[in-house]
């Protein structure tokens, strides 16, 4: 049944005749040729070369003069000429053409019989556009081969946008857009996806986790970053869209061999003043391309290979310097040898050092057919492995709950783009992709969490999410897009159709998990909390999800050139996603709460209308309007669907029980864990509602670009988006039973046969807005870019889990956890100054020297101040947020003074200003962070010969801790929470709250606060 409906929805994609595309890939050419009488000469023929491959591109000029060349190769350069008897043919040279751009080309002819003079060629450039509307900017070659990177991946450069704010040391790879959740992204590469469909990566790439990047950068030639595109064929997103393009073949052969490595002698001591151990990165690789047929067929090849060792930044040495541990010799030696006693080794607990290995190839050819037709494919190979191991300042894990993040990726992308006739052009783009995932772990133990004597927490055993984890993604797409011109219109119709295969095997607490009070309790194995999950499904005690998606999108649009200054870009996009398989059905649960488990939500359509403008305000086109009004619609990870697969009911038991009167005796045979005889809350119940919508935001945004003297181009641009869907979680499972002194409820379970019901719907609260400043220049021997954003970002809900039990009680609240206020977003930025450029100067002839540096300064990311404990019965250790008491005499402290918790208090300005009340969700912020990092790029061209050249890099990342060790530090909240309180009941002589305190304080990034340094060393050719 279900390939029956997987090939009808194939066969009636191909037979809707008209086709819709997503993403771009391609560049294109437009204008308008006129006599000197500024009157249209139509039947002009233009003609415009790829001179690295001979790619010829031709058209003719309509009634009214104007011409279109869609989909030619992105960059360059171009040779262009206007031709027509009885006027002198005019030629253009070394034209670039941008990502996405349309390169707008006016001629002025003159007849063959009058003098020459002067004639006008007029070519916008990416900035100043006249068919720009919304907020895009795209990164180029140069830039991307001459700024400082150390992990050469795309959150690097992505850095350039205003709009973008990148997490950085907390997080290489995880970005978000205009103050949306990462996982909200849309990546392509060659217009194919390439995302984390899944959503279980901060990059929002597949192989993620693996901190590996999803491409060489060798082989990318381009990217660009849209965030208000009006044109329809760009979608998938709610935060930002990126699209990269590869690099391809050309008439002459060119290629590189580089090496780039850094160890940590190449890395500072810190503000500690330490030496970091063990670690060493080294990435090289290859790239080479060239003709087949000369103008007609061309390849392209690159390999890179990462190899790299990073230390924890957590261990145990008894020295009190940042970084160790705090817990006492005497309980971790005891705790070493309990475990020991149970007959597990828990391994080391000094700096862990953990390793990561990429294995990238890609390759890619270009056929030239004719002038008609042309076609490209390529396959893009990642091998990628990198262990992991948790460790916080309040939790630390010994060596042998460490695991292994292991990914293989295949992406097969085939373009075809034809020419049918005078004005009608046609790109068709088919990608296959696929993806597997799986943890490998260091040993099979039940995870013990103990407290220790200072109030900090030892764990030993598997890691609870990583003892049965692994996901298989097959990902297929068809994308077609027909352009054709008529008069003042170019028109675009098209479809975009993914289908999606996910087999995903999760079972957490797959081999017991226990919670312990303290060693006493451990070594008498007594614990506090116990959590155990396993499959009931016969034959299958790793019993797997799996389940079809498809997403339908079609669309139409059009840009009108109303005026010669202004023109609309408008247009309808429809996106319907289709779960093709339904969840085991619980009548037991649709009987007590209403709810279905064996119903999706399926087939709700996503309508995007847009439009946007784009007004030349003078005659030189050197001030422009732009900006625009629309609704932009994407996915959710497909995570959150899975969810209800795997927690129906019916194919596993979830085990959970708290409290040391009920539960069982501590099991070390992890194949062997207590199932019954004990009172125990059992299995997670995960719904979704089945109108539930994916996101989708209305997104308004104004622009202003202006031409200043000496080259200078700045930018206003104002974006505001209004959530209309977005998510959020509720616990239906939860009664509320009362009220405590500070107002929030107090919950109780409706019935102990399931410990939760999550329940996944849509709410329209939250909205997003960033105004941003922006100045660039490109210059011959370098460029200059800098930029300011102020951006507020409100949610009740930021999504940050995989999980929806995780997503529901690691959303911090203050009263009621099912309908939770709408605060600041872990997604709020603030303040961001960003400031780049690059300059070569010719000291020697052949020697060139280039030097680029790279500022980031910004607002320190919200967090939160928690209780340790549950405080409301939700079920929740994470997310309630702490009561700040007002003075001495409104609580009765148990544990630490009064003095110090009131200096604490006063440490912080958002402590301060909530005395006497809750605070609120993300209240708290961050340090501001600076960072600074510089290029030294120095080139030798060798004896007698032009192209062949030697570079020598340096890399300096952090540049400002180099120069003084307290600069550039970053400190975070990790799990963007602090758990300075813990909650013991009321008094009864008193009526007052009790309550202990414990100095818990922000974690110091031990390698984000320390510069590093690279070198690199390539070859070119």
Same mark, same amino acid.
């Given at each position: 049944?279900?390939?029956?409906?997987?090939?009808?929805?194939?066969?009636?994609?191909?037979?809707?005749?008209?086709l819709l595309?997503?993403?771009?890939?391609?560049?294109q050419?437009?204008?308008?040729?006129?006599?000197?009488?500024?009157?249209?000469?139509p039947g002009?023929?233009?003609?415009a070369?790829?001179?690295?491959?001979?790619?010829t591109?031709s058209?003719?000029?309509?009634?009214d003069?104007?011409?279109?060349?869609?989909?030619?190769?992105?960059?360059?350069?171009?040779r262009?000429?206007?031709?027509?008897?009885?006027?002198r043919?005019?030629?253009?040279?070394?034209?670039?053409?941008?990502?996405?751009?349309?390169?707008?080309?006016?001629?002025?002819?003159?007849?063959?019989?009058?003098?020459?003079?002067?004639?006008?060629?007029v070519?916008s450039?990416?900035?100043?556009?006249t068919t720009?509307?919304?907020?895009?900017?795209?990164?180029?070659?140069?830039?991307?081969?001459?700024?400082?990177?150390?992990?050469?991946?795309?959150?690097?450069?992505?850095?350039?946008v205003?709009?973008?704010?990148?997490?950085?040391?907390?997080?290489?790879?995880?970005?978000?857009?205009?103050?949306?959740n990462?996982?909200?992204n849309?990546?392509?590469?060659?217009?194919?996806?390439?995302?984390?469909l899944?959503?279980?990566?901060?990059?929002?790439?597949?192989?993620?986790?693996?901190?590996?990047?999803?491409?060489?950068?060798?082989?990318?030639?381009?990217?660009?970053?849209?965030?208000?595109?009006?044109?329809?064929?760009?979608?998938?997103?709610?935060?930002?869209?990126?699209?990269?393009?590869?690099?391809?073949?050309t008439?002459?052969?060119?290629?590189?061999?580089?090496?780039y490595?850094?160890?940590?002698?190449?890395?500072?001591?810190?503000?500690?003043?330490?030496?970091?151990?063990?670690?060493?990165?080294?990435?090289?690789?290859?790239?080479?391309?060239?003709?087949?047929?000369?103008?007609?067929?061309?390849?392209?090849?690159?390999?890179?290979f990462?190899?790299?060792?990073t230390?924890n930044?957590?261990?145990?040495?008894?020295?009190?310097?940042?970084?160790?541990?705090?817990?006492?010799?005497?309980?971790?030696?005891?705790?070493?040898?309990?475990?020991?006693?149970?007959?597990?080794?828990?391994?080391?607990?000094g700096?862990f050092?953990?390793?990561?290995t990429?294995?990238?190839?890609?390759?890619?050819?270009?056929?030239?057919?004719?002038?008609?037709?042309?076609?490209?494919?390529?396959?893009?190979?990642?091998?990628?492995d990198?262990?992991?191991?948790?460790?916080?300042?309040s939790?630390?894990?010994?060596?042998?709950?460490?695991?292994?993040?292991?990914?293989?990726?295949?992406?097969?992308?085939?373009?075809?783009?034809?020419?049918?006739?005078?004005?009608?052009?046609?790109?068709?783009?088919?990608?296959?992709?696929?993806?597997?995932?799986?943890?490998?772990?260091?040993?099979?133990?039940?995870?013990?969490?103990?407290?220790t004597?200072?109030?900090?927490?030892?764990?030993?055993?598997?890691?609870?999410?990583?003892?049965?984890?692994?996901?298989d993604?097959?990902?297929?797409?068809l994308?077609?897009?027909?352009?054709f011109?008529?008069g003042?219109h170019?028109?675009?119709?098209?479809?975009?159709?993914?289908?999606?295969?996910?087999s995903?095997?999760?079972?957490?607490?797959f081999?017991?998990?226990?919670?312990?009070?303290?060693?006493?309790?451990?070594?008498?194995?007594?614990?506090?909390r116990?959590?155990y999950?396993?499959?009931?499904?016969e034959?299958?005690?790793?019993w797997?999800?799996?389940?079809?998606?498809?997403?339908?999108?079609?669309?139409?649009?059009?840009?009108?050139?109303?005026r010669?200054?202004?023109?609309?870009?408008?247009?309808?996009?429809?996106?319907?996603?289709?779960?093709?398989?339904t969840?085991?059905?619980?009548?037991?649960?649709?009987?007590e709460?209403?709810?279905?488990?064996?119903?999706?939500? @399926?087939g709700?359509? %996503?309508?995007? $209308?847009?439009? #946007? *403008?784009?007004? =030349?305000?003078? &005659?030189?086109?050197? !001030?422009?309007?732009?900006g625009?009004?629309?609704i932009?619609?994407?996915?959710?990870?497909?995570?959150?669907?899975?969810?209800?697969?795997?927690?129906?009911?019916?194919?596993?038991?979830?085990?959970?029980?708290?409290?040391?009167?009920?539960?069982?005796?501590? @099991?070390?045979?992890? %194949?062997n864990? $207590?199932?019954? #005889? *004990?009172?125990? =809350?059992?299995? &997670?119940i995960?719904? !979704?509602?089945?109108?539930?919508?994916?996101?989708?935001?209305?997104?308004?945004?104004?622009g202003?670009?202006?031409e200043?003297?000496w080259?200078?181009?700045?930018?206003?641009?104002?974006?505001?988006?209004?959530?209309?869907?977005?998510?959020?979680?509720q616990?239906?499972?939860?009664?509320?039973?009362?009220?405590?002194?500070?107002?929030?409820?107090?919950?109780?379970?409706?019935?102990s046969?399931?410990?939760?019901?999550?329940?996944?719907?849509?709410?329209?609260?939250?909205?997003?807005?960033?105004?941003?400043?922006?100045?660039?220049?490109?210059?011959?021997?370098?460029?200059?870019?800098?930029?300011?954003?102020?951006?507020?970002?409100?949610?009740v809900?930021?999504?940050?889990?995989?999980?929806?039990?995780?997503?529901?009680?690691?959303?911090?609240?203050?009263?009621?956890?099912?309908?939770?206020a709408?605060?600041?977003?872990?997604?709020?930025?603030?303040?961001r100054?960003?400031?780049?450029?690059s300059?070569?100067?010719?000291y020697?002839?052949?020697?060139?020297?280039?030097?680029?540096?790279?500022y980031?300064?910004?607002?320190?990311?919200?967090?939160?101040?928690r209780?340790?404990?549950?405080?409301?019965?939700?079920?929740?250790?994470?997310?309630?947020?702490?009561?700040v008491p007002l003075?001495?005499?409104?609580?009765?402290l148990?544990?630490?003074?009064?003095?110090?918790?009131?200096?604490?208090?006063?440490?912080?300005?958002?402590?301060?200003?909530?005395?006497?009340?809750i605070?609120?969700r993300?209240?708290?912020?961050?340090?501001?962070?600076?960072?600074?990092?510089?290029?030294?790029?120095?080139?030798?061209?060798?004896?007698?010969?032009?192209?062949?050249?030697?570079?020598?890099?340096?890399?300096?990342?952090?540049?400002l801790?180099?120069?003084?060790?307290?600069?550039?530090?970053?400190?975070?909240?990790?799990?963007?929470?602090?758990?300075?309180?813990?909650?013991?009941?009321?008094?009864?002589?008193?009526g007052?709250?009790?309550?202990?305190?414990?100095?818990?304080?922000?974690?110091?990034?031990?390698?984000?606060?320390?510069?590093?340094?690279?070198?690199?060393?390539?070859?070119l050719?």
């Open positions: 049944m279900k390939k029956r409906l997987i090939f009808n929805l194939f066969l009636g994609m191909l037979l809707t005749a008209v595309g997503q993403g771009v890939t391609t560049s050419f437009a204008g308008k040729v006129v006599t000197v009488n500024n009157l249209p000469i002009v023929e233009i003609t070369v790829h001179v690295p491959t001979g790619t591109y058209t003719f000029t309509g009634e003069g104007r011409f279109f060349i869609p989909a030619v190769r992105v960059g360059g350069p171009y262009l000429t206007a031709a027509l008897e009885s006027f043919t005019e030629e253009i040279t070394g034209v670039i053409t941008r990502l996405g751009e349309t390169k707008e080309m006016n001629f002025t002819l003159r007849m063959e019989t009058m003098d020459l003079g002067e004639v006008t060629v070519a450039d990416d900035i100043i556009s720009r509307t919304g907020a895009t900017q795209s990164v180029a070659e140069e830039a991307v081969e001459k700024m400082p990177s150390i992990s050469r991946n795309f959150s690097d450069f992505t850095r350039l205003p709009q973008v704010a990148v997490a950085e040391q907390f997080s290489e790879l995880a970005y978000n857009v205009a103050g949306k990462n996982r909200y849309n990546v392509q590469i060659d217009g194919a996806v390439n995302n984390d899944f959503g279980l990566t901060d990059s929002g790439t597949p192989g993620g986790q693996t901190n590996a990047s999803p491409i060489s950068l060798d082989a990318i030639q381009e990217f660009q970053v849209v965030i208000a595109p009006y044109d329809v064929r760009q979608g998938g997103f709610t935060g930002g869209g990126i699209n990269a393009i590869t690099r391809s073949g008439n002459e052969f060119h290629g590189s061999v580089f090496w490595g850094r160890n940590d002698s190449l890395v500072g001591n810190g503000p500690d003043d330490y030496e970091i151990q063990e670690f060493k990165e080294n990435q090289f690789g290859f790239r080479l391309g060239g003709p087949i047929v000369k103008d007609t067929a061309f390849f392209f090849v690159n390999g890179e990462t190899r790299r060792s230390p930044d957590y261990f145990i040495d008894f020295s009190g310097r940042q970084g160790d541990f705090n817990v006492t010799e005497a309980d971790l030696q005891r705790f070493i040898s309990i475990c020991q006693g149970y007959g597990f080794d828990p391994g080391g607990y700096e050092t953990q390793d990561q990429s294995n990238k190839f890609f390759g890619r050819f270009d056929w030239n057919i004719n002038n008609q037709h042309r076609l490209t494919v390529r396959h893009n190979f990642v091998d990628a990198n262990d992991a191991l948790y460790r916080s300042g939790v630390f894990s010994l060596d042998n709950s460490a695991y292994t993040y292991v990914n293989r990726t295949n992406s097969t992308v085939a373009q075809l783009d034809s020419v049918f006739g005078e004005g009608l052009y046609n790109e068709f783009r088919f990608n296959y992709t696929r993806i597997r995932d799986k943890r490998d772990v260091a040993a099979l133990f039940p995870l013990v969490e103990v407290r004597s200072t109030g900090a927490s030892l764990e030993a055993g598997t890691d609870k999410y990583s003892g049965a984890n692994a996901l993604q097959d990902i297929i797409e994308t077609d897009d027909v352009t011109y008529r003042d170019t028109i675009v119709i098209g479809t975009h159709n993914e289908f999606f295969r996910f995903n095997l999760f079972i957490r607490d081999t017991g998990s226990y919670r312990f009070g303290s060693l006493n309790e451990f070594e008498a194995g007594r614990p506090n116990y959590e999950s396993y499959s009931n499904v034959g299958q005690p790793d797997r999800a799996e389940f079809w998606v498809a997403q339908l999108g079609f669309y139409v649009g059009d840009t009108w050139n109303l010669p200054n202004f023109s609309l870009t408008y247009g309808l996009r429809l996106d319907v996603p289709i779960v093709m398989d969840p085991t059905a619980n009548p037991a649960v649709q009987e709460f209403g709810v279905r488990t064996d119903v999706m939500p @399926s709700n359509i %996503q309508w995007s $209308p847009r439009m #946007g *403008f784009n007004w =030349s305000v003078t &005659e030189a086109a050197n !001030t422009i309007v732009r625009g009004l629309g932009f619609s994407g996915r959710v990870p497909y995570v959150w669907i899975s969810n209800q697969f795997s927690n129906t009911g019916i194919e596993f038991t979830r085990l959970y029980v708290s409290g040391t009167s009920r539960t069982p005796d501590f @099991s070390p045979d992890w %194949q864990q $207590p199932t019954s #005889g *004990f009172p125990a =809350s059992k299995n &997670e995960d719904v !979704t509602d089945e109108d539930f919508t994916y996101p989708q935001v209305l997104r308004w945004d104004m202003f670009d202006r200043l003297p080259g200078f181009k700045a930018t206003v641009e104002s974006i505001y988006s209004k959530n209309i869907n977005e998510i959020l979680y616990n239906l499972n939860l009664v509320r039973t009362g009220s405590l002194f500070d107002g929030r409820n107090v919950y109780s379970q409706q019935t046969e399931y410990s939760d019901i999550i329940y996944l719907t849509n709410t329209s609260k939250g909205y997003q807005y960033n105004l941003s400043f922006q100045l660039q220049n490109y210059f011959p021997k370098g460029w200059v870019s800098g930029s300011y954003t102020y951006g507020i970002s409100k949610d809900n930021s999504g940050t889990s995989s999980q929806a039990r995780s997503n529901f009680q690691y959303n911090h609240i203050s009263f009621d956890p099912n309908n939770p709408l605060t600041y977003a872990n997604n709020d930025v603030r303040h100054i960003a400031i780049g450029g300059y070569t100067f010719d020697f002839k052949d020697f060139p020297t280039t030097i680029s540096a790279f980031n300064g910004r607002s320190g990311r919200p967090f939160n101040y209780y340790y404990n549950d405080v409301n019965g939700d079920g929740s250790y994470y997310n309630d947020l702490i009561y003075d001495e005499n409104d609580i009765i148990t544990g630490g003074t009064w003095d110090d918790l009131n200096a604490y208090i006063n440490s912080d300005p958002a402590l301060r200003d909530a005395r006497g009340s605070l609120e993300n209240a708290a912020r961050e340090p501001w962070y600076h960072r600074m990092d510089i290029r030294l790029l120095q080139e030798f061209k060798l004896p007698g010969s032009d192209e062949h050249k030697i570079q020598f890099s340096w890399d300096i990342i952090n540049f801790n180099l120069l003084n060790s307290e600069w550039g530090t970053y400190e975070y909240g990790y799990y963007r929470g602090l758990s300075p309180l813990t909650y013991q009941g009321i008094d009864s002589a008193t007052k709250p009790k309550m202990s305190f414990y100095n818990s304080t922000l974690s110091l990034s031990q390698l984000g606060s320390r510069w590093q340094m690279q070198f690199g060393l390539r070859y050719f």
